[in-house]
């Protein structure tokens, strides 16, 4: 979700940044020799990079940023700051942002990192008031989700532990199991953990029974799945979610 209507882009940014350098040399802090000896690398390849005869990565430019001891934000204008954040704050009111996270959901995928984010995307707060830590994630293929599923192709998630910890069989919950990511229907029974008809895991049908300490239930039951659907990235109305 852009934070302003004017798009700035890396390229606007790799402009100022040069152009930043270029005043400086031009005011005779540094020389190319010097600055490239702090940032390490060769004085011929700082010419061309400082005349656009050649591009630059983004070490490069981490490298310049830091021999200037600048930052990106020091490259942003007062005003797109200001209008950046101004939209921030009214659309703060109406919506959270939650992350979207790299991978996905089912039986032959790792389960994905909590802080592997590729992209925020904007949710209506009064339909998610009462959950804290929420997450998006997508949804893999899983022959045992059958028809409740559907269809589906993105979750999103409730991280809080309440939630993990008062399991309720009509509920849905994202559990890690061998080291994969399965989104399943939970009871508990003592000290058991009882996956609903749970076959795959086992190779009969059936519910598995795992055998839980105190400590390892939360490290199984990694989430609640408050909403799925298809990708709501693409579809362009909020109210879907109420």
């Known amino acids: 979700m852009p934070l302003s209507s004017t798009r700035l882009t890396l390229a606007t940014l790799q402009h100022r940044l040069l152009t930043v350098v270029k005043h400086r040399l031009y005011n005779g802090e540094f020389t190319e020799r010097s600055l490239s000896r702090q ?3 060769s004085q011929p390849h700082m010419h061309n990079v400082l005349k656009g005869v050649r591009g630059f990565s983004t070490d490069f430019g981490d490298a310049l940023l830091a021999g200037l001891d600048f930052s990106l934000i020091d490259l942003i204008e007062t005003h797109e700051l200001d209008r950046a954040l101004e939209q921030r704050r009214k659309m703060g009111f109406h919506t959270r942002m939650v992350p979207v996270l ?9 389960f994905p990192s909590w802080e592997d984010v590729i992209e925020w995307f904007p949710l209506p707060r009064t339909s998610f008031e009462n959950s804290g830590r929420l997450v998006m994630v997508e949804v893999g293929e899983d022959a045992e989700l059958g ?8 979750a999103l998630l409730s991280r809080d532990e309440p939630c993990r910890i008062a399991l309720n069989g009509r509920h849905w919950y994202a559990i890690q199991w061998g080291g994969a990511g399965l989104i399943r229907q939970l009871r508990k029974e003592n000290q058991r953990l009882v996956v609903l008809g ?7 049908n059936g519910p598995t029974h795992m055998e839980l300490q ?3 239930h939360l490290r199984v039951v990694r989430a609640q799945v408050v909403w799925a659907g298809r990708d709501p ?3 362009p109305s909020l109210n879907r979610w109420t």
Do not use: C, E, K, N
């Not at 028809?147 to 993105?154: D, G, I, N, S, Y």
């Not at 749970?198 to 009969?204: F, K, P, V, Y």
């Open 233 to 235: 990235r693409i579809i």
């Open 39 to 41: 940032i390490g690398v």
């Open 102 to 110: 790299r991978g996905r959901l089912g039986p032959h995928a790792p």
């Open 147 to 154: 028809p409740a599923f559907h269809r589906v192709q993105f």
């Open 214 to 216: 105190d400590s390892a």
């Open 198 to 204: 749970q076959s795959t895991l086992t190779g009969h």
